[in-house]
């Protein structure tokens, strides 16, 4: 049976930290930030935590 590939999307947007939590970006900080509040734009820099039920759908497409 040939190796399972990481699903290449997924492996660019999300890293999974030392404690098991997966980090991913937060929405809506990549593009037209000028028009955006900048407390929204200074707390999109920090990023976010995925939640439990997607974290556990995205961990068999990780590989």
């Known amino acids: 049976?040939?190796?399972?590939?990481?699903h290449?999307?997924?492996s660019k947007k999300i890293k999974v930290?030392?404690?098991?939590?997966?980090?991913?970006?937060h929405v809506?900080?990549?593009?037209?930030s000028g028009k955006k509040?900048?407390?929204f734009n200074r707390k999109a820099?920090?990023?976010s935590v995925l939640s439990s039920g997607?974290?556990?759908r995205?961990?068999?497409l990780l590989g």
Request: net charge positive; glycine share 20%.
């Open 1 to 6: 049976m040939p190796k399972m590939k990481s």
């Open 8 to 10: 290449g999307g997924i």
């Open 17 to 25: 930290r030392n404690s098991g939590s997966t980090k991913i970006g």
């Open 28 to 32: 809506g900080a990549n593009h037209n």
């Open 37 to 39: 509040p900048t407390d």
């Open 45 to 47: 820099r920090k990023g």
């Open 54 to 56: 997607d974290a556990r």
């Open 58 to 60: 995205y961990k068999g």
